[in-house]
C-alpha cells in the first residue's frame, strides 16, 4: 500500500471524534437506524463539518476500517507457506481483542456488512501475493484463489463469531483454534518446505 500524506492535526482529531461517535452509537443502536443526525449530535460537531469531511455515514464507516487496511500492510512478510496464514492470522486477532469494541462495531453483525467484503478483498490479495510465491497451480491439486478463500473466509468467518458472540477466549486461542482448521490443508498442499 502507499505511504498516505497525513492530514493535519484539526482534521485528524475530527474524523476520529465522529469515528468514535459512530462506533459508540453502532455498539448502543446498531448501524442500520443511525443518521447523521446522531452520529453530529454525539460528536458534537455541525452539519456542515460531517459532509466536510465525508460524504454519507458509510463513507465515515469504511474510513474506520482504513486502520484495519494498515494493519495488514506490512503483515505480507517472506515467511515460509506453512508458516505465513498462523502468523497472518494471530496478527489480525490480537489487533481485534486489543480493540475489541471498534472491530465489533466495524467488522460485527451491526455493520460488517459494509466493512466486511472491503476488508476480505484486501486479505484476499495480501495472502494471494504471499503464497503466488510459493504456489504453482500446475503442481497444486486446487488453484491459488480457492486455496486463499479458503484460509480468508475461514478466518473472517471466526473473526465475527468470535466478536459477535464476546466468545471469551485470548487471541492466541482463536488463532490456535484457527491453525487446527486450516493447517492440515497447508500441510497438505505445501508438506515441510
Not at 472491530?103 to 495472502?127: C, D, H, R, S, Y
Amino acid at each position: 500500500m502507499d505511504k498516505k500524506i497525513s492530514p493535519d492535526r484539526r482534521i485528524q482529531r475530527t474524523r476520529q471524534l465522529l469515528l468514535n461517535s459512530l462506533i459508540e452509537l453502532i455498539s448502543e443502536k446498531g448501524y442500520a437506524t443511525l443518521t447523521v443526525q446522531d452520529i453530529i449530535d454525539r460528536a458534537n460537531v455541525g452539519r456542515s463539518t460531517f459532509y466536510s469531511h465525508f460524504q454519507d455515514k458509510e463513507a465515515l464507516l469504511l474510513s474506520g476500517a482504513e486502520y484495519l487496511y494498515d494493519l495488514l500492510d506490512g503483515l505480507n512478510a517472506h515467511t515460509r507457506p506453512e508458516q505465513a496464514s498462523g502468523d497472518f492470522s494471530l496478527a489480525v486477532f490480537q489487533h481485534a481483542e486489543a480493540y475489541r469494541k471498534s472491530f465489533k462495531a466495524l467488522l460485527g453483525k451491526q455493520a460488517g456488512i459494509v466493512v466486511l467484503p472491503n476488508f476480505e478483498k484486501t486479505l484476499t490479495i495480501i495472502l494471494k501475493e504471499h503464497y503466488q510465491m510459493f504456489f504453482s497451480e500446475k503442481k497444486m491439486p486446487v488453484p491459488l484463489d480457492i486455496f486463499v478463500q479458503y484460509l480468508v473466509s475461514t478466518l473472517l468467518r471466526l473473526l465475527t463469531w468470535w466478536l459477535d458472540n464476546d466468545f471469551s477466549c485470548p487471541a492466541e486461542q482463536v488463532n490456535d483454534y484457527y491453525r487446527k482448521l486450516t493447517q492440515p490443508t497447508v500441510q497438505m498442499l505445501f508438506g515441510s518446505m
